[in-house]
């Protein structure tokens, strides 16, 4: 499928993907998840030569970071999670796909593919605009809910397509929030049970 954008942009200091319906796994956390002090210190720290390798790094760093639940972590109340979670259904096999998604204490992990004319920029500006708005009216403050940054990768294949979901599902898991995939409630993986 052709697409009437370039398939990579840069905003600020990460690189985005948009590259029509390929699917994509992104992550977008609350504002004050990791500190920007933190963030720069653990870019500095990695001095790796092959810019891949040192990517995949920070990526395993800041994901550890976030499990450990830092900063407010307003995600862990219930009425503002089932916001988010509205936000990201709401129009699921209308602008978008969603394959796999969880709402972690401070961050949120979606596997999704987006539909003609959206492109993950629009769906994530859609998603963080309104679940904010709404989030803040509940906790009764104002100013920045989520960080501006979100961190987005292209789904290649099956092989991590699949690999993708089994992350996402087992978040909560392996952040020591349940013992089963199936018991975390914000989670594509929950049963019900």
């Known amino acids: 499928m052709t697409t009437p ?42 001095l790796y030569p092959d810019k891949v390798a040192a990517n995949k790094e920070r990526i395993r760093i800041f994901n550890q970071l976030l499990d450990k639940g830092d900063g407010a972590a307003w995600l862990n109340n219930s009425a503002v999670a089932e916001i988010v979670q509205n936000s990201l259904l709401f129009f699921d096999g209308q602008r978008y796909h969603i394959h796999a ?50 961190f987005d990768r292209a789904i290649r294949d099956e092989k991590g397509f699949n690999a993708a979901i089994a992350y996402i599902e087992k978040n909560p898991v392996k952040a020591g929030l349940c013992q089963i995939a199936g018991e975390w409630r914000f989670s594509s993986a929950f049963s019900g049970a």
């Open 5 to 46: 954008f370039e398939p990579y942009w840069h905003r600020r200091n990460l690189p985005h993907f948009e590259g029509g319906s390929i699917p994509q796994g992104v992550t977008f956390r609350l504002h004050d998840s990791l500190p920007q002090e933190k963030i720069a210190e653990i870019t500095e720290s990695i």
């Open 101 to 150: 998604w969880v709402i972690m204490p401070n961050h949120v992990h979606v596997l999704l593919t987006p539909m003609e004319e959206w492109t993950v920029t629009k769906i994530l500006h859609s998603w963080k605009s309104f679940s904010a708005r709404e989030a803040n009216k509940i906790l009764g403050r104002v100013g920045e809910f989520w960080q501006r940054e979100y």
